[in-house]
């Protein structure tokens, strides 16, 4: 996904910076970046972080760069933040976020001959460098951000430094999030409001869907006020966001640990020698099942977390299983002649579940229940690039209907969301002989809704549910 970050300081912001862009690592391997700005000069840094953390990236330039605003990025796509000279002032831009009509505005950009793009290898442009281009056709910042915010079919949150402080701009429907921290001689703003916890900030305002705000060292000011719809994603909770995170006030491991009571309550009866969380989302969700259902917590697979990122992140999909077998290493001693329920965050490909049950196998288990702290997913993200899906067929949930169903699957589609129909149990007894998994039961979408405790029309629910009206 991504993660964004900013300092407005009225003394040197750089060593802020660096740390509060680190505690968002977790959210991207791909580029790391930072700029900030002295009063007279824009400084810049972008390294690839594929293969070593941010902090190793970046520790010289944090020890040399000079700055009293800054902003930085944990990018899976762009190396950002871009600088842009606009006819309106020069501007920083980091981005967080997905452009499903990218072909379009691309289209229309060149026909108003608003630049030129480079292109990737792969034929694409850069997501950061398009939203520069729509927001430097305007006649000023402000509106650049606001038509970038309203022509975007997607998903895009931003931060914008200037000279004059930083504009912190939400996604249009709130689906991820940016809080503003403050202490006593500065302000930061951050999608994980965990990040600058450690760095002596505390929450002071969290920004509405597509609501604008402008932070300077002497505090924040809106620019443009919130919308009235919010679709914030429910992965934040479930996958995405570290457990010390907190959106719209609720906390990512308190969320957790309540998915975790709700299965629970759903599997009363259930023979099992003890329960443990898939590392390391899992954890939380196996700690609430474990005291909810009073059965022992243990940890058979222990994640080697010096050196291995998260397996979603690589873009081959026979590197991800790889990252993921060699990450997570076994106990023998609680697996041998063990019956297992283990509670992953999500099944989605279904291939890591099934790669992990037969390793459980291998090592001597008699049993391997499975719970997944996620309803069955539908449908590929179109905002977030959770599922990473080229395909809806990647999913296992529309491998499965189609043979069940045939050529004309999609007409019965709906059947298969209703955790109360025989057409949804048939799919998940599929799914789990396929994987091989003594037993397989999905979070209910209810429960996992009472557990985030928003109001539901205030969560995104597009990867679950077929008639979710369509915000775009």
Not at 376 to 404: A, Q, V, W
């Amino acid at each position: 996904m991504g993660g964004l970050f900013g300092v407005a300081s009225k003394k040197d912001c750089v060593s802020d910076l660096f740390f509060g862009i680190d505690y968002h690592s977790h959210l991207g391997t791909h580029r790391g970046g930072m700029t900030v700005y002295d009063g007279k000069h824009f400084d810049k840094s972008i390294h690839n972080i594929e293969n070593a953390p941010f902090r190793t990236r970046f520790g010289k330039d944090m020890m040399q760069m000079k700055g009293y605003i800054g902003i930085g990025s944990i990018s899976d796509t762009d190396p950002q933040p871009l600088i842009v000279r606009a006819h309106f002032g020069t501007f920083v831009l980091a981005t967080v976020g997905r452009i499903n009509n990218a072909e379009a505005l691309l289209d229309d950009m060149l026909k108003k001959r608003h630049g030129q793009f480079n292109e990737r290898t792969s034929g694409e442009i850069s997501t950061t460098e398009l939203v520069a281009s729509v927001i430097s056709g305007s006649d000023n910042l402000i509106e650049g951000i606001c038509q970038a915010q309203k022509s975007i079919e997607g998903s895009m949150t931003m931060l914008v430094l200037t000279a004059e402080g930083i504009y912190a701009a939400r996604d249009y429907y709130g689906r991820t999030s940016l809080t503003i921290g403050k202490k006593d001689d500065a302000y930061a703003v951050s999608m994980e409001n965990f990040a600058y916890q450690n760095l002596g900030y505390h929450d002071v305002y969290e920004l509405g869907p597509k609501e604008i705000v402008q932070i300077t060292p002497d505090g924040f000011s809106q620019i443009s006020p919130p919308g009235e719809k919010m679709q914030i994603c429910a992965f934040l909770w479930t996958y995405y966001g570290y457990p010390t995170a907190s959106y719209s006030g609720r906390n990512v491991e308190e969320v957790r640990y309540l998915c975790g009571e709700a299965l629970a309550r759903r599997d009363e009866g259930i023979d099992v020698d003890g329960v443990s969380g898939v590392p390391d989302s899992g954890v939380a969700h196996a700690l609430g099942y474990s005291h909810a259902s009073g059965l022992p917590y243990n940890r058979p697979l222990i994640k080697y977390t010096p050196t291995w990122p998260r397996s979603f992140m690589p873009s081959d999909q026979s590197e991800r299983l790889h990252i993921a077998q060699m990450k997570l290493i076994s106990i023998p001693a609680l697996i041998n002649n063990k019956k297992l329920l283990l509670i992953d965050d999500s099944i989605v490909r279904g291939t890591q579940t099934k790669k992990m049950a037969n390793y459980l196998y291998n090592e001597g288990a008699k049993e391997v229940h499975v719970r997944s702290a996620s309803p069955p997913i539908m449908y590929g993200c179109k905002y977030l690039n959770f599922s990473r899906s080229t395909s809806k067929f990647d999913l296992i949930t529309h491998r499965i209907i189609k043979e069940l169903e045939g050529d004309n699957y999609e007409k019965n589609l709906h059947l298969y969301t209703d955790p109360d129909t025989a057409e949804h149990q048939s799919m998940v007894d599929e799914i789990c002989k396929r994987s091989n998994f003594t037993s397989l039961k999905y979070m209910d979408l209810n429960d996992m809704l009472d557990a985030i405790g928003l109001e539901r029309c205030k969560v995104c629910k597009k990867c679950w549910l077929i008639d979710q009206e369509d915000d775009d």
